[in-house]
């Protein structure tokens, strides 16, 4: 019988690698000409989480364990590595020292996804799978947080003119900052015995507006894949939010299941 950590570490892996290698990709496009170091660094780490996706194909379900969590802790140093460049890339914006095409909150926003990926294999190699009722909220104020973004990315490099398509954007935003400050509510107010049927309901209606923004987000990458809307959206950028939504909503089925089948 395979051990679920090692299955839950190749799953982790094969999602968040090929992100990570995508966030290279999307930072090397936005940097401009004369910023040929930075290019390169980028380059480097498109490599770097290429080579990573070539070595995960060697590995299967049954594969020992000491070796996965060898596999663990050399991603784990190239997640936090890129998280290092992001926050780097993210001060030199701040501090005007260089200018791009790479909106400050995104590289932000792509520093929370390194460093989260980073903590889920340092949690996966201590052995933790199932998740607490306070994880359960704290994930989901990050996937709230990380949805909240994409609305907003999206409706900044729509063109004006697609006017519809931008106050939908703008809607999405908004409800997905109204979700992100329940979340936190919750998290504050929550006592310290469990309550199942509120963390269920949570989770019921983060489903019902993730699954919309996802179908969103399915059509505009449609759209853009289809030249039919007028954007600065690169269509890997919408197949990439597209993907991380999916994510969420499977999230979100494996903690319904943890609450159906532990006691809090």
């Not at 070796?67 to 050399?74: A, G, Q």
């Not at 590289?107 to 460093?115: K, L």
Request: charge should be negative.
């Amino acid at each position: 019988m395979a051990n679920p950590i090692v299955s839950r570490s190749l799953y982790e892996i094969e999602f968040w690698a090929r992100i990570m290698k995508e966030h290279a990709f999307f930072l090397s496009l936005g940097f401009t000409y004369d910023q040929k170091q930075l290019i390169e660094e980028a380059n480097q780490f498109i490599t770097t989480f290429e080579r990573i996706e070539e070595r995960l194909s060697r590995f299967t379900i049954n594969s020992e364990i000491r070796l996965i969590r060898s596999f663990n802790n050399e991603v784990y140093q190239a997640a936090v590595a890129i998280w290092a460049f992001k926050r780097k890339v993210l001060g030199l914006t701040l501090r005007c020292e260089i200018r791009s095409n790479n909106y400050p909150l995104l590289i932000d926003h792509i520093s929370r996804e390194a460093a989260y990926f980073a903590n889920r294999l340092q949690e996966l190699n201590q052995g933790i799978l199932t998740p607490k009722a306070d994880d359960i909220i704290k994930e989901n104020v990050f996937f709230l947080k990380i949805m909240a973004d994409h609305a907003k990315f999206i409706g900044h490099l729509l063109d004006p003119s697609e006017r519809k398509l931008v106050e939908q954007a703008r809607e999405f935003s908004h409800d997905f900052d109204q979700l992100l400050f329940q979340a936190m509510d919750l998290e504050h107010m929550r006592p310290h015995s469990e309550t199942p049927p509120i963390l269920t309901q949570f989770l019921d209606q983060n489903r019902v507006s993730v699954t919309s923004l996802r179908d969103f987000k399915k059509t505009a990458r449609e759209l853009i894949e289809a030249c039919k809307i007028k954007s600065n959206i690169h269509p890997l950028l919408a197949d990439h939010t597209f993907r991380e939504a999916e994510r969420f909503l499977e999230i979100i089925d494996l903690y319904e299941a943890s609450l159906e089948s532990v006691n809090y």
